[in-house]
C-alpha cells in the first residue's frame, strides 16, 4: 500500500465499526479512569476523617490496582487492532471475540508495553547524556578559542559560537530522527501477540523489528501525515476546552478562586478523555494497516488467526 492507502484504509475501518471501537475505546478510557478517580475520592475523604497518613499506608494498594487498571485498558485497545486486522484479512471477527481474545494474553499486553518503554527510556537517556557530553565538549572549544583569540582584530568566537549552535542544530535532528527510527521500528509491537497464537513477549517485539525492516522512513511519513489528520479534531477539542474554562470563570467569578480551579481542571480532563476514546480507534486501526501491509510485503500474508477459545 501506499502512504494514501494505509490512510484511506485506516479511515474505512474506523467507518466500518465506529459502533465496536468507540465502545471497546469507552471501556478501555473508564479502566484508566476509574484508579485516579478512586484515588481523588479517597484522599478527600482521608483529609475530611483527618487522617491524611493514611494515604501512604493505601498506595501499594492503589498502585497495584492502577497497574491492573491499565492492563484492563490495554485489552480493548487491543481487541480494536484484532478487529481490524481480521477485517482486513477477510475472516471479520467481533468485538466480544476479539477481546477475549486479548483478555486471554493481559499480561503479555502489560509485559510487552513495559519493555517497549524500557527500550525508548533507555534510548532516550543514552541521548541526553550524549548531548551532556557534546555541550561540555562545545562549552570547552569556545572558551579555549576565546582565550586564545583575546585582542586580536578579528572576532572568531562569534563565528565559532554560529558554527556551534548549527552542529547542535544538527545533532538534535539527527538524535530525534533517531528516537523515532527506532520508535516506528517497534510500530507494531503488540500486534503479533494479538494475532498470532505461540507469540511471547519478546516474539512480539522481534517480530516488529523484522516486519518493519526497510520501511521504517515510510512508517514515520505515514504516522505523520495522521498525525497531520487528527489535529482539526484535537484543536476542537482544545477550543472547547477554552471555551468552557472562559465560561466557567465568568459564570464562578464570584466564588472562590481555587474552587474555580478545579472545576476547570476537571473539565479539561473530561474533555482530554473523550478526544482519547475518539481518536484511540484511529491509532490502533492505523497499527492493524500497518501489520496487515508489512506482512503483505514481508511474508505475503501468512496470517493464523486462531479463534479465542468459547
Known amino acids: 500500500m501506499t502512504i494514501g492507502n494505509v490512510i484511506s484504509s485506516t479511515i474505512v475501518l474506523y467507518r466500518t465499526h465506529w459502533r465496536d471501537y468507540l465502545s471497546l475505546s469507552l471501556q478501555s478510557s473508564g479502566w484508566i479512569i476509574l484508579p485516579l478517580v478512586i484515588g481523588i475520592l479517597g484522599m478527600v475523604a482521608l483529609i475530611a476523617l483527618q487522617v491524611p497518613w493514611l494515604i501512604f499506608a493505601g498506595l501499594p494498594?492503589?498502585?497495584?490496582?492502577?497497574?491492573?487498571c491499565w492492563g484492563r485498558s490495554l485489552t480493548y485497545g487491543g481487541a480494536i487492532a484484532r478487529i481490524g486486522v481480521c477485517y482486513l484479512a477477510d475472516v471479520p471477527e467481533?468485538?466480544?471475540?476479539?477481546?477475549r481474545w486479548a483478555r486471554a494474553r493481559l499480561v503479555a499486553l502489560m509485559?510487552?508495553?513495559?519493555?517497549?518503554g524500557l527500550i525508548l527510556t533507555a534510548l532516550y537517556?543514552?541521548?541526553v547524556i550524549g548531548f551532556v557530553i557534546l555541550g561540555f565538549i562545545l562549552?570547552?572549544?569556545i572558551i579555549s578559542v576565546a582565550g586564545v583569540s583575546l585582542g586580536s582584530a578579528t572576532d572568531p568566537p562569534v563565528i565559532l559560537t554560529l558554527l556551534i549552535a548549527l552542529l547542535v542544530?544538527?545533532?538534535?535532528?539527527?538524535?530525534?530522527?533517531?528516537?523515532?527510527?527506532v520508535t516506528a521500528r517497534f510500530a507494531v509491537f503488540d500486534l503479533p501477540l494479538m494475532v498470532e497464537a505461540k507469540q511471547d513477549i519478546a516474539d512480539s517485539l522481534k517480530k516488529s523489528w523484522q516486519l518493519t525492516q526497510g520501511n521504517a522512513f515510510r512508517i514515520m511519513g505515514i504516522v505523520g501525515i495522521a498525525t497531520l489528520v487528527t489535529l482539526p479534531i484535537m484543536a476542537i477539542f482544545q477550543m472547547l476546552t477554552l471555551v468552557m474554562q472562559v465560561f466557567l470563570s465568568l459564570w464562578l467569578r464570584t466564588q472562590d478562586e481555587a474552587y474555580v480551579t478545579s472545576l476547570s481542571l476537571l473539565s479539561s480532563w473530561l474533555l482530554g478523555a473523550v478526544s482519547s476514546i475518539v481518536l484511540l480507534p484511529l491509532w490502533q486501526?492505523?497499527?492493524?494497516?500497518?501489520?496487515?501491509d508489512l506482512k503483505s510485503r514481508q511474508e505475503g500474508i501468512d496470517l493464523t488467526l486462531d479463534a479465542p477459545r468459547q
Open 285 to 292: 486501526s492505523l497499527k492493524a494497516v500497518l501489520y496487515y
Open 61 to 68: 494498594f492503589w498502585f497495584g490496582g492502577f497497574i491492573y
Open 139 to 141: 562549552i570547552f572549544l
Open 125 to 127: 537517556v543514552v541521548v
Open 169 to 181: 542544530i544538527v545533532g538534535f535532528t539527527l538524535a530525534l530522527l533517531l528516537f523515532l527510527w
Open 111 to 116: 509485559g510487552v508495553n513495559f519493555l517497549l
Open 94 to 99: 467481533s468485538a466480544q471475540k476479539a477481546y
